[in-house]
Nanobody, 123 residues
């Protein structure tokens, strides 16, 4: 089974940027849909962005225009570039994958998750 490891989290100032990475091992992600989700303290996990094997992307409204999801199949890595970050986006960010073909932010469709990476947006 594929194993996912997120990295790239840290402290950013409001308006700043971060790049998150999701490295896969134990299998190829070439034919998988991948999603980025986040979970803020005391809240449920919510979808942020998704990318399909054909590189079609889909974003939550809150992320549109500021976040970019991309994939490097040669390196088996999925990226999420986050710009103009807001303090309310402080959360643990997770990448996940499932068996669906199309982009999706429905959490129930994801069955493999990484351990998460903390993003803190604060001045």
């Amino acid at each position: 089974q594929v194993h996912l490891v997120e990295s790239g989290g840290g402290l950013a100032q409001p308006g700043g940027s971060l790049r998150l990475s999701c490295q896969a091992s134990g299998g190829s992600l070439d034919f998988n849909t991948i999603g980025w989700f986040r979970q803020a303290p005391g809240k449920g996990r919510e979808g942020v962005a998704s990318i399909a094997s054909d590189r079609h992307t889909y974003y939550a409204r809150a992320a549109e225009g500021r976040f970019t999801i991309s994939r490097d199949n040669g390196k088996n890595i999925i990226y999420q570039d986050m710009n103009n970050l807001k303090s309310e986006e402080t959360a643990v960010y997770y990448c996940g994958t499932g068996v669906m073909v199309m982009c999706s932010l429905r959490i129930g469709e994801y069955h493999v998750w990484g351990q998460g990476t903390q993003v803190t947006v604060s001045s």
